[in-house]
């Protein structure tokens, strides 16, 4: 799964993983579409291995990639 995860994670514009990182939990269902798509190939049609997947995407996006605010 860790590589499925690195694979989505490679194919990303900065745009995409920042826009994913700055999305909050309950929008997550709105791109499970475009994750079952990518995933199906390599994981099967299991709906919830697809979901794991993608939280992990953008839980690893929010440490990542989350915009914030430096201050000095």
């Known amino acids: ?7 989505i994670l490679a194919g990303m514009s900065l745009k995409e993983k920042s ?3 700055n999305m ?7 791109l499970q579409y475009a994750f ?3 995933i199906s190939k390599d994981a099967g049609d299991d709906a919830e291995t697809g ?6 995407v953008w839980r690893t996006l929010q440490e990542t990639h989350r915009l914030r605010l430096v201050r000095q």
């Not at 979901?51 to 992990?56: A, D, G, S």
């Open 19 to 21: 826009l994913i990182a």
């Open 36 to 38: 079952d798509v990518y």
């Open 1 to 7: 799964m860790q590589r499925i995860v690195a694979d």
């Open 51 to 56: 979901r794991e997947i993608m939280k992990r």
């Open 24 to 30: 909050n939990e309950k929008s997550l269902p709105y």
